[in-house]
């Protein structure tokens, strides 16, 4: 069963918060670290409140009351949150302080913030929200889990507005700590909120989810036999990091117009919520934006095919088709 959405929103290193598509002004990344561009969050958080967030809750209340703006929804039936490292900021302040405060007399609230569940906890509270509430941390499959949920949830009950969404964030220590490791040599790190309303009613639709794919270090046969398996694909949108990964993969796509998009948000473990909200821009708007550099002939755009790729080892394919 396809998922059809209703509303979006994305925070990232882009000016996309305010506007339905990508903007003709892109923001290019100056050095390893590709930092969001945050809105003023007074606009949709009461300012007693922000002082009590970190940046990873503001980016996804904000991103979710965004596109519950746009779909007209109130309270959601269902809130499923994908993010991959959580709450980075909280947990750096309490591991800091527990060194610091040698392991005494520690102050509980940036433990208790710092799970990954605060995310989507926070929104419920803040939209009296009781319905199902869930939250995936499955690392770079962290928003396809959260899809497979939401089409799940689709199924039982089509009539359902499900909030969905993938967020994750960079602090100085994650990032330092990450760089030691030698992981953004050839990648830049990235960070970002992007928030759907869904279900499986296609009225007002802006776009359809059609099918979710995830693959952890396959071989290429495996994955030569899944691209060619699928049908009508008109543009796909690839998330790499190396010109050796990207060579392999357009080789498995030779007919298919291909373009880009971790340039324009930096490599993180849910970039792929960024690229559905991209993706459904373009077959919303049927406008590529430049951007995207697409390379291929390209006559129509019903059907896009996201194959992101996280360092090589964990794969995942969405097929989203215009409404």
């Given at each position: 069963?396809?998922?059809?959405i209703?509303?979006?929103?994305?925070?990232?290193?882009q000016?996309?918060?305010?506007?339905?598509?990508?903007?003709?002004e892109?923001?290019?990344?100056?050095?390893?670290?590709?930092?969001?561009?945050?809105?003023?969050?007074?606009?949709?958080?009461?300012?007693?409140?922000i002082?009590?967030?970190?940046?990873?809750?503001?980016?996804?209340?904000?991103?979710?009351?965004?596109?519950?703006?746009?779909?007209?929804?109130?309270?959601?039936?269902?809130?499923?949150?994908?993010?991959?490292?959580?709450?980075?900021e909280?947990?750096?302040?309490f591991?800091?302080?527990?060194?610091?405060?040698?392991?005494?007399?520690?102050?509980?609230?940036?433990?208790?913030?710092?799970?990954?569940?605060?995310?989507?906890?926070?929104?419920?509270?803040?939209?009296?929200c009781?319905?199902?509430?869930?939250?995936?941390?499955?690392?770079?499959?962290?928003?396809?889990?959260?899809?497979?949920?939401?089409?799940?949830?689709?199924?039982?009950?089509?009539e359902?507005?499900?909030?969905?969404?993938?967020?994750?964030?960079?602090?100085?220590?994650?990032?330092?700590?990450?760089?030691?490791?030698?992981i953004?040599?050839?990648?830049?790190?990235?960070?970002?909120?992007?928030?759907?309303?869904?279900?499986?009613?296609?009225?007002?639709?802006?776009?359809?989810?059609?099918?979710?794919?995830?693959?952890?270090?396959?071989?290429?046969?495996?994955?030569?036999?899944?691209?060619?398996?699928?049908?009508?694909?008109d543009l796909?949108?690839?998330?790499?990091?190396?010109?050796?990964?990207?060579?392999?993969?357009?080789?498995?796509?030779?007919?298919?117009?291909?373009?880009?998009?971790?340039?324009?948000?930096?490599?993180?473990?849910?970039?792929?919520?960024?690229?559905?909200w991209?993706a459904?821009?373009?077959?919303?708007?049927q406008?590529?934006?430049?951007?995207?550099?697409?390379k291929?002939?390209?006559?129509?755009?019903?059907?896009?095919?996201?194959l992101?790729?996280?360092?090589?080892?964990?794969?995942?394919?969405?097929?989203m088709?215009?409404?």
């Amino acid at each position: 069963m396809a998922l059809f959405i209703k509303g979006m929103a994305n925070i990232s290193p882009q000016a996309t918060w305010s506007v339905p598509v990508l903007p003709d002004e892109i923001a290019v990344a100056s050095s390893d670290r590709f930092n969001a561009l945050e809105p003023e969050y007074a606009q949709f958080i009461d300012p007693k409140n922000i002082r009590r967030m970190s940046r990873i809750i503001k980016f996804g209340v904000s991103a979710a009351t965004l596109a519950l703006r746009e779909a007209k929804v109130t309270i959601p039936d269902a809130i499923i949150t994908g993010t991959g490292y959580g709450c980075l900021e909280d947990t750096g302040t309490f591991l800091s302080r527990m060194i610091e405060n040698n392991e005494v007399a520690l102050n509980p609230t940036p433990f208790i913030q710092s799970t990954h569940n605060t995310i989507g906890s926070q929104i419920a509270l803040l939209l009296q929200c009781q319905g199902y509430n869930q939250t995936y941390a499955h690392g770079a499959f962290s928003f396809e889990s959260t899809l497979l949920d939401a089409i799940i949830q689709a199924e039982e009950a089509p009539e359902k507005n499900i909030l969905l969404g993938g967020v994750d964030e960079i602090t100085d220590v994650s990032h330092a700590i990450q760089k030691r490791f030698g992981i953004f040599r050839d990648a830049v790190n990235g960070e970002g909120a992007a928030f759907f309303v869904a279900g499986g009613d296609r009225v007002n639709a802006i776009a359809a989810i059609e099918s979710v794919n995830t693959f952890y270090k396959p071989d290429d046969s495996h994955l030569r036999s899944y691209l060619q398996s699928l049908e009508g694909v008109d543009l796909v949108l690839l998330g790499t990091n190396t010109k050796q990964e990207n060579d392999a993969l357009i080789k498995m796509l030779p007919t298919t117009a291909v373009g880009y998009f971790k340039h324009l948000s930096g490599e993180y473990p849910v970039a792929s919520a960024f690229a559905v909200w991209l993706a459904a821009t373009v077959l919303r708007s049927q406008v590529i934006p430049s951007a995207i550099c697409v390379k291929g002939e390209l006559k129509s755009i019903k059907k896009i095919l996201i194959l992101n790729s996280y360092f090589d080892t964990h794969y995942s394919a969405i097929v989203m088709s215009a409404c």
